[in-house]
């Protein structure tokens, strides 16, 4: 069956026509999800949600050109991503991507302000305009006077918004988020979300976020259901 | 931030790792460093003049002489351009532990062949040809016995006995030499050759070798082969050589030392390169995670590569460089106590050269295996161990 869901506006970012990934083990074949199709226009801030195992790290994954497709359609900006190698795949991801993990994975060594930096390094920029992106990019976030902290000197909240600064740094049209807010307590959660929203509604990123939490959800504009690897309904945030 | 900045805070995040495998690495290069002076040393490969100047020697070995008759005969051969009978005293002044090394030599010639390692002031040179009991005396040995120009000297003979019984030479100082190299041998003294020969009562008219030098250094071979031929069935047959392969053949007689010394930084190498190895190995696994964020970020395969080669190479050249200081350092000080035993102990540019090979061989073949398994590591598998 073809679920289509798509939200009306004139522009798709993300394009997904009947994709499918199966993983093998041994001679057993387990199907994560069949003939899912997906269009999401720029600028909207969509929460993923489902239960353990529904498929909607896989779909994450494949969104971030980390993990192919068994079969179907995947384009980006217009690119159809599921044709690129490796190595076009990695210059996608670093001109159009950013992306924020549950356990926001800085680098302990780096500073708040190098983490953030680390994307910058792939553009063909100078050093000024980078430090100035990376004061920015803090300063969005709130932590414009972190930058010399490490990691370990930083809170949960704290890093997790230092991740979030270094996925939008390269001014991506593209952020997703596998579970931001997973690892924090409510007051950093909230402020996370805000952020997020705040991204979506003023700079208009595109964003992706899976989420178990319900509250964290009504954060984005949409919430989609993945249920043994289909959606299952749509609702739009008020 | 450069690619240079997360390559160094790479290196020094485990800074007692870090510490280890330098010093790992640089007890490498050490042993390298020392022996391949040494081996150097013991081939005269820093020594000028060492591969022009040709030796004749006994074929039966270095402890069997040569009759001065052969001197003229070889000075006939066309490219010869000058030659001198050596003939080795083994003698001491007052201490008989103060062993000195003294050639009695045909001294203008020596003079002129000893022109690369020994400077000589004219008025000495002059003054050491003319006087028959002449001593030229390095500059070394003078200063220590408080010997000046003018000066008589008896040296006591352990091997040679004179005609009159006794075994005392006396020698007037006639001239002293400064090595031609800073930190070169001044320990030696040379004498003439007929004062000498014409008092011994027992190995009279024989020399322990004949030092020639050839007028075209391309025709040595061809001169060698031809003073060999003429003396093939003689009672004392010749084998000539150059002064480098002399020294070698000398060596061979206590063991192959450029082989031990091969063998020994071989092993040494090659359990380095499994320690080194096995810990970057450990590191890249310790990592993988970080791989994959970066990989995410949108790093490719080779760029994390780069990353990761950036840091063994780091490592190791910092080991290398280490290593290799310390050797100077040893090489150094030990050749200032040793320049008369053994002369030309140095780290040259050949093993400087050399060093640079190991070092980025080191690299290569330390790296290989990390580096593959960071540019191939998948990014799911990655992200999803803790």
């Known amino acids: 069956m073809n679920m289509m869901q798509t939200i009306s506006a004139p522009t798709p970012l993300i394009e997904i026509s009947r994709l499918s990934k199966r993983y093998s083990r041994g001679e057993t074949v387990v199907p994560i999800f069949d003939d899912l199709s997906l269009s999401i226009p720029c600028g909207r801030f969509v929460a993923l949600m489902g239960p353990s195992g529904s498929g909607k790290t896989t779909l994450l994954n494949m969104l971030a050109g980390i993990d192919?497709?068994?079969?179907?359609?995947?384009?980006?900006?217009?690119?159809?991503?599921?044709?690129?190698?490796?190595?076009?795949?990695?210059?996608?991801?670093?001109?159009?991507?950013?992306?924020?993990?549950?356990?926001?994975?800085?680098?302990?060594?780096?500073?708040?302000?190098?983490?953030?930096?680390?994307?910058?390094?792939?553009?063909?920029?100078?050093a000024s305009e980078r430090r100035r992106r990376v004061e920015t990019a803090l300063d969005v976030v709130g932590l414009a006077d972190r930058m010399k902290h490490r990691p370990r000197e930083l809170s949960g909240g704290q890093q997790q918004r230092v991740a979030i600064a270094r996925a939008l740094v390269a001014d991506p049209k593209l952020i997703l988020a596998d579970e931001p807010t997973g690892d924090l307590d409510r007051p950093s959660a909230d402020r996370v979300l805000e952020i997020l929203r705040l991204l979506s509604s003023e700079l208009g990123k595109t964003i992706v976020m899976v989420t178990h939490d319900p509250v964290a959800a009504r954060a984005a504009d949409l919430t989609l259901h993945l249920e043994k690897g289909r959606f299952v309904d749509e609702a739009i945030a008020a | 931030?450069?690619?240079?900045?997360?390559?160094?805070?790479?290196?020094?995040?485990?800074?007692?790792?870090?510490?280890?495998?330098?010093?790992?690495?640089?007890?490498?290069?050490?042993?390298?460093?020392?022996?391949?002076?040494?081996?150097?040393?013991f081939r005269m490969e820093d020594q000028p003049g060492a591969h022009e100047r040709v030796m004749i020697v006994n074929r039966n070995g270095l402890q069997q002489t040569l009759p001065i008759a052969y001197l003229a005969d070889i000075r006939q051969q066309p490219n010869v351009a000058a030659a001198t009978p050596v003939r080795l005293a083994i003698?001491?002044?007052?201490?008989?532990?103060?062993?000195?090394?003294?050639?009695?030599?045909?001294?203008?010639?020596?003079?002129?062949?000893?022109?690369?390692?020994?400077?000589?002031?004219?008025?000495?040179?002059?003054?050491?040809?003319?006087?028959?009991?002449?001593?030229?005396?390095?500059?070394?040995?003078?200063?220590?016995?408080?010997?000046?120009?003018?000066?008589?000297?008896?040296?006591?003979s352990l091997n040679d006995l004179r005609t009159d019984g006794t075994r005392s030479w006396s020698f007037r100082v006639a001239g002293i030499y400064r090595a031609a190299k800073p930190g070169g041998p001044e320990l030696a003294v040379a004498g003439h050759y007929d004062y000498f020969n014409d008092a011994l009562l027992?190995?009279?008219?024989?020399?322990?070798?004949?030092?020639?030098?050839g007028r075209d250094?391309?025709?040595?071979?061809?001169?060698?082969?031809?003073?060999?031929?003429?003396?093939?069935?003689?009672?004392?047959?010749?084998?000539?050589?150059?002064e480098a392969a002399l020294g070698r053949a000398f060596l061979s007689q206590i063991g192959d030392v450029v082989l031990i010394i091969r063998l020994v930084v071989g092993a040494a190498f090659l359990v380095i390169l499994c320690i080194v190895g096995n810990t970057l190995i450990f590191m890249v696994g310790e990592r993988?995670?970080?791989?994959?964020?970066?990989?995410?970020?949108?790093?490719?395969?080779?760029?994390?590569?780069?990353?990761?080669?950036g840091e063994v190479a780091l490592i190791t050249l910092a080991g290398a460089a280490v290593g290799m200081s310390l050797a100077l350092l040893i090489v150094t000080a030990v050749a200032s106590a040793t320049k008369d035993m053994l002369p030309g102990l140095a780290i040259g540019p050949t093993t400087l050269g050399i060093a640079a090979l190991l070092a980025g061989g080191l690299v290569l073949l330390t790296g290989l295996l990390p580096v593959v398994k960071a540019a191939r590591l998948d990014i799911v598998t990655a992200l999803g161990r803790v």
């Open chain 1, 68 to 126: 192919r497709p068994s079969g179907g359609m995947l384009s980006i900006d217009g690119e159809r991503i599921d044709r690129y190698g490796e190595a076009a795949l990695a210059g996608w991801r670093a001109r159009t991507l950013g992306f924020i993990f549950q356990f926001y994975n800085l680098m302990p060594m780096l500073t708040a302000a190098q983490n953030v930096e680390l994307p910058l390094l792939l553009q063909p920029m100078g």
């Open chain 2, 1 to 41: 931030m450069r690619m240079s900045t997360l390559v160094a805070r790479n290196a020094l995040r485990n800074p007692v790792r870090l510490v280890l495998m330098v010093a790992c690495i640089a007890i490498a290069f050490l042993i390298f460093g020392v022996l391949s002076a040494v081996g150097a040393a």
């Open chain 2, 91 to 156: 003698a001491y002044w007052r201490e008989p532990k103060d062993v000195l090394s003294a050639v009695m030599v045909d001294p203008a010639i020596y003079l002129t062949l000893s022109e690369d390692s020994a400077v000589v002031s004219a008025e000495d040179r002059a003054r050491f040809v003319a006087t028959r009991d002449g001593l030229l005396v390095g500059q070394a040995l003078a200063t220590r016995n408080g010997w000046k120009r003018g000066d008589l000297v008896t040296l006591q």
């Open chain 2, 202 to 213: 027992t190995g009279r008219d024989r020399a322990n070798w004949i030092m020639v030098q």
């Open chain 2, 217 to 242: 250094v391309t025709a040595n071979d061809a001169m060698a082969r031809a003073i060999d031929a003429s003396y093939a069935n003689s009672a004392a047959a010749t084998r000539t050589q150059s």
């Open chain 2, 288 to 309: 993988t995670r970080e791989i994959g964020v970066l990989k995410t970020l949108g790093f490719s395969g080779g760029r994390v590569a780069r990353i990761v080669v």
